[in-house]
């Protein structure tokens, strides 16, 4: 048996296990699965022969290597931060590694000794790191093997709730970490290209200056720019695009109304708040308002950021209920948006029966034979249920193909790798397709860049 250690078993596991766990009779796969906390792992294994779950503390290096140097291949689905010593033990004891986070430069400076050592360490091969990678270059290559020129290219993924599930104002459920939710666009300004112009975006700025979508048979979208959007240009070959602009998805009217947390200073995470394990949730935001002996908070809200009364923003914030004097913060020493992250979660938490879905939309502009063409491809994935989740397949899936490919041979370039070879999108994109993860693509008459109109 080929024994597959993963590390980090938590929601976006489900996929992974059961992908592997299905083809662990005819592949001879043998998984184990190694966490602190293994009750979801246990749950999704349910007995299975070819599995088993121990516990493992990263931190604990005896036990870590211990378990990375009986593995094949290891696959890492902890916080991004604990990557880097598992990765390190991978090249120590020779084994291959698969992440789907973001390669820090830590991981990056692996680069040599991993190739030294014949060793491969892909990352980013989840979904957005991962199928935005491999979808666009795919098509990128096709343009390009075609004799064409990209001059554009724009690229957007959303987190989002299935329609069905769809229950409240703000069109908007946690289906991932909410924390990043909370702190997302800030360090720095959103930086992207504009018909040969570099452009910015600062925080303050960035939820009100969105572009819409619209995706066949699901509506209209809006995007708000990554932070930035040339961190792949040399790597996808678009050093002399025109136009690069990479964005992140919500329902039309979420950004204006997140903005009003922005402009108050909510989100902010770089200090604490004296007394917040008794605040209530009223107590909060009037502590960003002025004092006013008699004016209401509800009152000095709506003057202070002139929301009309019978604006839907103001609908979206009473629906929150952080105006509510009896409900209290219960965290001590927290951050304004570790105090934002708390309210949210009392409203935005999927219920049992709620499934999520993932929204991606890339735009490609190109010229052949001195005209400009454009293509258009979508691609929607709706969960099953909060175990089975489309967060956890567009995840977990690409993760258990690569993983299996690089036991089987299929993937064989050693070094800090993500997915922008042929080696490895054309099987992966092929194969998710059988599992309903295919994009539609289109021609449609070339617009150019979409101005940021919101």
Avoid at 153 to 176: C, H, M, Q, R, V
Avoid at 353 to 364: A, E, G, N, S, T
Wanted: with cysteine; hydrophobic share 40%; net charge neutral.
């Amino acid at each position: 048996m080929r024994k597959i250690l993963v590390i980090g078993s938590g929601k976006s596991s489900s996929y992974l296990l059961k992908y592997l766990l299905d083809k662990s009779v005819k592949e001879e796969l043998f998984i184990t699965v190694g966490d602190v906390h293994i009750e979801h792992a246990e749950k999704v294994i349910n007995g299975h022969v070819n599995a088993r779950t121990i516990p493992l503390n990263v931190n604990d290096d005896a036990s870590r290597m211990n378990a990375i140097k009986a593995a094949d291949i290891v696959v890492s689905m902890l916080p991004a931060r604990f990557h880097i010593q598992v990765a390190k033990d991978c090249i120590t004891f020779k084994k291959h590694m698969v992440t789907a986070s973001y390669v820090s430069q830590e991981m990056q400076d692996l680069d040599e000794v991993a190739k030294h050592n014949n060793i491969i360490l892909l990352n980013e091969i989840g979904v957005d790191p991962g199928i935005d990678h491999m979808s666009a270059m795919q098509v990128l290559n096709n343009i390009r093997d075609n004799g064409g020129k990209i001059i554009l290219f724009e690229s957007f993924t959303g987190g989002l709730i299935a329609p069905e599930s769809d229950t409240n104002l703000w069109n908007y459920k946690f289906t991932w970490n909410p924390r990043n939710v909370v702190l997302a666009g800030q360090g720095g300004a959103a930086k992207f290209l504009q018909e040969g112009t570099y452009k910015y975006i600062p925080y303050h700025r960035l939820f009100r200056r969105t572009e819409f979508l619209d995706i066949d048979g699901f509506g209209r979208f809006e995007a708000y720019a990554n932070r930035d959007s040339l961190k792949y240009q040399s790597a996808y070959g678009l050093d002399n695009i025109k136009t690069l602009y990479r964005g992140t998805m919500r329902r039309v009217g979420f950004s204006r109304a997140w903005n009003i947390f922005v402009v108050l200073g909510m989100t902010d995470d770089s200090y604490t708040l004296e007394d917040s394990e008794t605040m209530s949730y009223r107590d909060f935001i009037n502590a960003f308002l002025p004092y006013h002996h008699t004016d209401s908070v509800e009152l000095k809200l709506r003057h202070a950021l002139k929301i009309d009364q019978d604006d839907i923003v103001w609908d979206k914030l009473v629906e929150l209920d952080i105006f509510n004097a009896d409900k209290k913060v219960g965290l001590k020493n927290a951050s304004p948006a570790q105090i934002l992250q708390k309210i949210l979660m009392d409203k935005w938490t999927l219920a049992e029966d709620d499934r999520d879905m993932i929204v991606m939309y890339h735009k490609f502009g190109y010229e052949l034979n001195s005209k400009k063409h454009q293509i258009d491809a979508n691609l929607v994935v709706l969960g099953e249920n909060q175990t089975y989740t489309a967060m956890a397949k567009t995840v977990g899936l690409p993760v258990a193909m690569a993983t299996l490919a690089i036991l089987n041979g299929h993937i064989t370039t050693p070094g800090v790798q993500i997915p922008i070879t042929k080696e490895i999108y054309d099987p992966i994109l092929k194969e998710l397709r059988e599992f309903g993860i295919r994009f539609k693509e289109k021609e449609v008459p070339y617009l150019g860049y979409n101005p940021l109109n919101n």
